[in-house]
């Protein structure tokens, strides 16, 4: 797929990128899933075009926003991803649900136009999109109140196969790890726990990225132990302490429901000096020695509003970069499969084959 939409040999892109053959093409030979991108989010800010093929220096020079977009995420190997609607928390309760609606039905329209990515929702799905030869894109909802206003809990299409319970600031639902909670962490509230029922009994992930220690913890009591919960964009504290990083006890809880813990890109969620992606394999590697091999994954957050480090900010090229560093450790290919997708679709087949 990247090999056609570059038109290149795997040694003229590693040539053009200065990354070894074989990192492109373990890239190429892999299934390279990415577990949060909000490359829907720049469209709904400033009219960004996600179907045209932009520079990363257009809007913010590799900052913030203009990581990805469809063509490049092509290029990129991507074979997959999680594709994220936020929930506008500014936006009255009563008219979020149907707000909703409107933005899974466009962003699947939109992705579907590009010709080259198509919706599923299943592993099956996913397995019938890529023998066809295209990107498949799973529809996540990042902000669990987006689903307020609905007279009854519903999966808008049938099409949401991801939801992060809550985000940036507490709801109706629970408790954000974000320093605007305030000081106390009530956790999950009684609407918040049967939140995570519904979308067990809908076999939907239930995504505990964003979620205060307290709120984590009550989603795992509350949560269907045989199905795999997921963290899709987040550091690891053990490699560096800070509010949005989860701890090892934390992984393995996951890592016990058969889920994945996946590692965010946002250099202010990776370390203090971060020079390059190579501070993203300490952040796996920590998530590897708290939970197994089987339980890691990568969550870019790409134009979510973050920094990535100088290396990574265009994703056309990141993940070669990524394996290339990963060889460079001396990661076994078995490794290197596993945290590029294979261990999330284990975990897609387990939940909803």
């Known amino acids: 797929m990247a090999e056609r939409a570059l038109g290149r040999t795997s040694d003229e892109h590693a040539r053009a990128l200065g990354v070894p053959r074989e990192a492109v093409e373990l890239v190429w030979g892999s299934e390279v899933i990415d577990l949060h ?24 020079l590799g900052y ?33 649900f149907d707000v909703l609606g ?44 987006a689903f307020e206003g609905a007279g009854a809990l519903v999966n808008p299409g049938g099409l949401v196969t991801r939801v992060t319970v809550v985000h940036l600031s507490n709801s109706v639902l629970g408790a954000t790890s974000s320093p605007l909670r305030g000081g106390a962490d009530p956790g999950l509230t009684d609407r918040g726990r049967d939140f995570v029922r519904w979308l067990d009994s809908e076999r939907i992930f239930i995504d505990l990225a964003h979620a205060s220690p307290r709120s984590f913890w ?18 690891m504290s ?3 302490p800070m509010w949005r990083n989860i701890d090892g006890k934390q992984v393995r809880a996951v890592a016990d429901t058969g889920g994945v813990v ?43 509003f973050i920094i990535p480090p100088p290396d990574l900010r265009d994703g056309a090229t990141a993940f070669y970069r990524l ?31």
């Open 37 to 60: 991108l909000e490359t829907f989010l720049p469209p709904r800010l400033y009219g960004y075009d996600v179907l045209a093929r932009h520079s990363h220096l257009f809007p913010s």
């Open 64 to 96: 913030f926003f203009g990581h990805l977009d469809v063509p490049r995420t092509i290029e990129a190997g991507l074979t997959g991803a999680m594709w994220s609607i936020a929930t506008n928390v500014s936006r009255a309760s009563k008219r979020r």
């Open 102 to 145: 409107e933005n899974v039905r466009n962003v699947a329209a939109t992705l579907r136009r590009s010709g080259r990515i198509e919706i599923a929702t299943t592993h099956t799905e996913y397995a019938a999109v890529r023998a066809d030869g295209k990107h498949a894109a799973l529809i996540s909802v990042q902000g669990g109140n």
């Open 218 to 235: 009550d989603a795992v009591e509350v949560h269907d132990r045989t199905q795999p919960l997921v963290v899709t964009h987040t550091g």
């Open 238 to 240: 053990d490699v560096h």
């Open 262 to 304: 996946a590692i965010i890109f946002h250099r202010a969620f990776l370390g203090p000096r971060v020079r390059d992606g190579r501070v993203i394999l300490d952040h796996i590697e920590a998530a590897i020695a708290a939970g197994g091999e089987e339980c890691v994954a990568l969550g870019s957050d790409y134009d979510g």
């Open 323 to 353: 394996v290339a560093y990963m060889l460079e450790r001396g990661w076994r290919e078995e490794r290197i499969k596993n945290v590029l997708g294979a261990n999330f679709l284990r975990s897609f087949a387990r939940l909803r084959p």
